[in-house]
């Protein structure tokens, strides 16, 4: 599979995922530590994908949706944003209730 069909087909089949460099547990850098750490917070599934441990879509994944920088969060198929917004939704006290309207109208798929 192509690695663009490869990017479609995980932002479409899950309500949110966040292409990050490391993991959830265990981050690789700043950026994708505070955006996974306040996604975690919110207690709302999601899916991740560790762009360095992909290197292929680590290099594909920007020109995708023309964004870019790391951390990126797609919701629904489209492109949410990167850590900046997610953490300005988080300060606002707002990040679990986007993430729980996003969660409750996607696919029920997480990894």
């Known amino acids: 599979m192509d690695v663009m069909d490869r990017i479609r087909e995980q932002v479409e089949n899950h309500a949110i995922v966040i292409y990050m460099k490391g993991t959830p547990q265990l981050p690789s850098c700043g950026f994708s530590a505070r955006a996974a750490q306040a996604m975690m917070e ?9 762009v360095i441990a992909d290197p292929e879509i680590m290099q ?3 020109n995708f ?4 920088t790391f951390p ?6 489209e492109l949410f944003g990167g850590g900046d917004i997610i953490m300005e939704l988080y300060e606002d ?6 993430m729980q309207e996003a969660f409750d ?3 029920k798929k997480a990894s």
């Open 60 to 62: 594909n994944l920007p």
């Open 93 to 98: 006290n707002e990040l679990k209730d986007v």
């Open 42 to 50: 919110t207690g709302v599934e999601f899916a991740y994908v560790n």
């Open 65 to 68: 949706a023309d964004w870019p």
């Open 72 to 77: 990126q969060i797609y919701m629904n198929g």
């Open 105 to 107: 109208k996607g696919p």
